[in-house]
């Protein structure tokens, strides 16, 4: 077997197949074939294995009758890939960093509710926003679809700012409607749909978490600013929306603490409840000698 | 409750949605139930009953999405154990028993693939392989791991990406997106590899086969290299980085034995595996490091 070798070493380096010949190689390509199972197939290897740490590499290729190193071919192959989902991955970025501003005007314009008694007109900027989030939102699927099924991998990217717009969003419904916002709706709003780019249902329920935070100091500023009323409304919805965020079974994640965090917002509301109703500030059809404010829905207490 | 009873009629006919596309079935059967309901009066019975027939279908999404992600977990964690499994087994190679161990290493490995990697092609659909990847990673890259070490212990070469995902597509229904291990989990797998190919080069030391781990600094050395220019692109690249740290640690120690057995070579080199009757190292086998 020596003798084989030592030819083949020869033969190896007369060829002069490296244009950097790099003597260090050849005795590992000689201990390579030396692992190799049968004679026969010791002239294939010894063709096959080529000069791996060739680092000239393009001199290489172009001169060397062997195929270029396939253990560099690989890593290359793999560079452009990560390369190339580095480059959507800060267009991707560059999106939800609008977004980020869009929401931060929203967000500064649903503030006003909480200094008097809310007028639609504080809700028209901040309605205004939602066009421009839609578009937004469609950037972000244009650029998707060129990876398909690959939603999840940039997820990250933008999940939290999504959480954010959800809340805005179903705050606001909220106090046009009196109602919750439902994933499907928030996906309307957003111009989305659940077989390109959906809104991910664990985001929208962290969103409805965040929006139930804002309910407290919205209540406990309308009081102040004279309406009696609002608490028994905010208090049955919040009642509602704990009732029905019991009805889901969490594991210890991040959606989990939020909701543990809505049964601190439901006491503070219903203490801002009872604190009106004991003084008699409410106007409700039960209490005795009240007369004031017939106007109120039947029967919803 | 009258509410939750409601629910939980509903229950039957999205059972048989929870095994396919969940994500995508979701929508399609929420806006069915909310066109269902009374249109438009704004009156607290339809919000009540449409929140509480939302909540109850984000609850089975949720439940079913839980569900999924333990049973990958569990695959995950079996093919772990079994692919480490492999891994013993191809460390036990050695000058006279090579080809039996490696054949046996050989059919470990396909057992792997077709009981539990098949297990996880089974749950992993559509938007499942990037949604769930944490649940199934660590299983994955064992699997990489194991796969790409018995290879090299076989031919000395690297397993490439392309050729264990073309093992993995006979597993897949021709019909559905086949389970593909990605760059991310290949090049994590790839990092574990070089860990055990430093415990191989120092046992082939310790067996006298020197040229064997030799031949692992050189290969492990290039890895090294390649990883270096791939690993800042890397989506989440931290605990990548982590690894090149213990890679290079490892490189390291094999360059050290590789020198070690170098300089003193011509002390012990010889007497390594010796028969000779008269040698007084009979039977000695320790070497110091």
């Keep these: 077997m020596k003798l084989a070798f ?16 790099n003597l260090p190689l050849l005795p590992f390509l000689l201990r390579r074939v030396s692992d190799s199972v049968a004679p026969p197939s010791l002239r294939r290897l010894v063709m096959e294995t080529p000069c791996s740490a060739s680092m000239a590499v393009g001199e290489s290729e172009s001169h060397a009758p062997l195929s270029s190193p396939p253990l560099e071919k690989q890593f290359e192959g793999f560079c452009v890939q990560l390369d190339e989902s580095g480059v959507l991955r800060e267009r991707i970025r560059a999106v939800v960093m609008e977004i980020e501003s869009t929401t931060r005007l929203m967000h500064a314009g649903l503030l006003l509710v909480h200094q008097a008694r809310p007028s639609p007109e504080v809700l028209e900027r901040p309605k205004a926003q939602i066009g421009v ?6 950037r972000l699927a244009e650029i998707l679809r060129e990876c398909p099924a690959q939603y999840y991998r940039y997820h990250g990217d933008w999940r939290g700012e999504t959480q954010t717009v959800v809340s805005l969003l179903a705050f606001m419904h909220w106090l046009e409607t009196g109602n919750l916002l439902l994933h499907t709706e928030a996906q309307e709003k957003l111009g989305l749909n659940n077989l390109d780019f959906g809104l991910d249902v664990e985001d929208y329920l962290i969103g409805i978490c965040f929006m139930s935070s804002e309910l407290p100091r919205f209540v406990v500023n309308q009081v102040t600013a004279g309406d009696y009323d609002c608490p028994r409304k905010v208090l049955k919805f919040m009642t509602e929306l704990h009732a029905a965020f019991r009805m889901l079974n969490l594991r210890n994640d991040f959606l989990r603490k939020k909701f543990d965090g809505m049964k601190y917002d439901l006491r503070r509301v219903e203490e801002v409840y009872y604190d009106v109703k004991i003084r008699g500030l409410t106007a409700n059809d039960d209490s005795t000698g009240d007369t004031t404010n017939q106007e109120q829905p039947q029967g919803l207490v | 409750m009258f509410f939750r009873g409601c629910a939980f009629q509903r229950l039957p006919s999205l059972m048989a949605s929870k095994s396919k596309r969940i994500h995508h079935c979701f929508a ?6 909310v066109a269902q309901s009374t249109p438009k009066r704004a009156t607290t019975m339809t919000t009540e009953s449409s929140m509480a027939d939302a909540f109850s279908k984000y609850a089975d999404y949720l439940n079913a999405l839980n569900e999924k992600r333990e049973r990958i977990v569990k695959a995950s964690r079996d093919i772990t154990i079994n692919s480490k ?4 087994q191809v460390h036990r190679v050695s000058k006279y028993n090579r080809e039996e161990v490696l054949e046996k290493a050989e059919k470990d490995l396909a057992a792997v693939t ?3 990697m098949a297990r996880l092609v089974k749950e992993l659909q559509g938007s499942d392989f ?35 995902n073309a093992t993995l597509l006979p597993l ?18 790839l990092a574990d590899l070089t860990g055990e190919l430093m415990r191989l080069a120092i046992g082939r030391i310790s067996d006298g086969e020197v040229e064997y781990a030799q031949n ?7 890895i090294y290299r390649e990883l270096t220019l791939v690993v800042p692109s890397m989506d989440d690249s931290d605990d990548m980085k982590a690894k090149m740290d213990t890679m290079l640690q490892s490189v390291t120690k094999i360059e050290n034995a590789c020198f070690s057995v170098h300089v003193r070579g011509s002390e012990y080199m010889p007497l390594l595996g010796s028969n000779d009757p008269n040698s007084i190292l009979l039977g000695v086998t320790d070497i110091e490091p």
């Design chain 1, 133 to 138: 989030l839609k578009e937004l939102y469609n």
């Design chain 2, 85 to 88: 499994k492999v891994i013993f």
């Design chain 1, 6 to 21: 030592r030819n083949a070493y020869f033969s190896l380096s007369s060829r002069s197949l490296n244009p950097n010949p």
């Design chain 2, 114 to 116: 077709d009981q539990y």
């Design chain 2, 172 to 189: 897949s229904d021709p019909s559905l997106a086949p389970l593909q291990i990605n760059v991310l989990d290949y090049l994590l797998g």
């Design chain 2, 216 to 222: 692992i600094c050189k290969f492990v050395r290039d």
């Design chain 2, 28 to 33: 399609a059967e929420v806006a069915g139930t």
């Design chain 2, 130 to 164: 990037w949604k769930l990847r944490r649940a199934y990673s660590p299983g994955v890259q064992e699997y990489v791991e194991a796969a790409t070490f018995y290879r090299f212990c076989r031919t000395g070469t690297l397993l490439h990406l392309d050729e264990i």
